[in-house]
């Protein structure tokens, strides 16, 4: 059997990130934890565009757009928290069917970096405290993804 699996190497990779405004207090430690581990693994700094939206349910569609940019990946990072209404159900499963089916359409990895918390308090668990933060956990499947494509 021949088995095939991904590197992290992140040397002339040219990644990009999308990430929500919103809840930035949780989306910027989750940028700043993918932004370095994209750098601690090789890739340039100058490889590396971000891109900003207003909210969750935003990120879908410039992902889509990003795709087409010519990046080797992209990460998609954002922090929905529950509510006491439906609305948090609707986004995030949206977001999920959206990000996998950009990927899966594109043909290039495309990242789910997304923080879905029922407390406040569990979402800052996951942008860098106990849970580790999903910001660079994203980056590492990124890296890991590109090279497993690259070798399919």
Not at 1 to 12: A, H, L, N, V
Not at 70 to 96: E, R
């Given at each position: 059997?021949?088995?095939i699996?991904g590197?992290?190497k992140?040397?002339?990779?040219?990644?990009?990130?999308?990430?929500s405004?919103f809840?930035?207090?949780?989306t910027?430690r989750?940028?700043?934890?993918?932004?370095d581990?994209?750098?601690r693994h090789?890739?340039r700094?100058?490889?590396i565009d971000?891109?900003?939206?207003p909210?969750?349910?935003?990120i879908?569609?410039?992902?889509q757009?990003?795709?087409?940019?010519?990046?080797d990946g992209?990460i998609c990072?954002g922090?929905?928290?529950?509510g006491?209404?439906?609305?948090?159900d609707?986004?995030s499963?949206?977001?999920?069917?959206?990000?996998?089916?950009?990927?899966?359409?594109?043909?290039?990895p495309?990242?789910y970096g997304?923080?879905t918390?029922?407390?406040l308090e569990?979402?800052i668990?996951?942008a860098?405290?106990k849970?580790?933060?999903?910001?660079?956990?994203a980056?590492?499947?990124c890296?890991?993804?590109i090279?497993?494509?690259a070798?399919l």
């Amino acid at each position: 059997m021949r088995e095939i699996s991904g590197s992290y190497k992140g040397e002339g990779k040219r990644v990009g990130i999308c990430v929500s405004r919103f809840n930035d207090f949780i989306t910027n430690r989750l940028l700043e934890g993918c932004r370095d581990e994209l750098l601690r693994h090789g890739v340039r700094d100058d490889d590396i565009d971000c891109v900003r939206v207003p909210g969750s349910f935003e990120i879908g569609t410039a992902a889509q757009a990003m795709t087409k940019k010519g990046y080797d990946g992209i990460i998609c990072l954002g922090a929905l928290i529950k509510g006491d209404t439906p609305h948090f159900d609707y986004i995030s499963s949206t977001l999920a069917k959206n990000i996998a089916e950009i990927g899966i359409k594109s043909g290039m990895p495309v990242i789910y970096g997304i923080v879905t918390a029922e407390t406040l308090e569990q979402a800052i668990e996951r942008a860098g405290t106990k849970a580790g933060n999903r910001g660079s956990s994203a980056a590492m499947s990124c890296l890991e993804m590109i090279d497993v494509m690259a070798k399919l």
